[in-house]
């Protein structure tokens, strides 16, 4: 936790459910049924301790051209529209849903 920086996980992953605790080194388990409630028990509240961050960004060009090229080619199942910018900006799309239509055509 003190050298973590950049890398640190988000308080989902901590030892304690979510509970922001400052002194790590007296940390109980945090574990209730109100904190589940608050935090885990919605799906709108899963995708940012299941994809972090990154994920969650909306798409933007940089994500785009991070993953076009290789998508591109590896396409089979035609899920890429042909401006992926434009397409994923209106339907909502964030970085993760590009990572998911590259793991369908590895699948596949």
Do not use: C
Request: hydrophobic share 35%.
């Amino acid at each position: 936790m003190k050298n973590g920086g950049d890398l640190l996980t988000s308080d989902h992953w901590n030892h304690n459910l979510g509970l922001n605790i400052s002194d790590f080194s007296s940390r109980k388990t945090g574990y209730s049924d109100d904190l589940f409630e608050t935090n885990y028990s919605q799906l709108k509240l899963m995708p940012d301790p299941w994809i972090g961050e990154t994920g969650m960004k909306v798409i933007d060009e940089a994500a785009v051209k991070r993953y076009e090229s290789y998508l591109r080619k590896i396409d089979h199942l035609g899920l890429l529209a042909e401006d992926i910018l434009r397409y994923g900006q209106s339907n909502g799309w964030r970085e993760a849903d590009l990572g998911s239509i590259l793991d369908i055509n590895l699948i596949a």
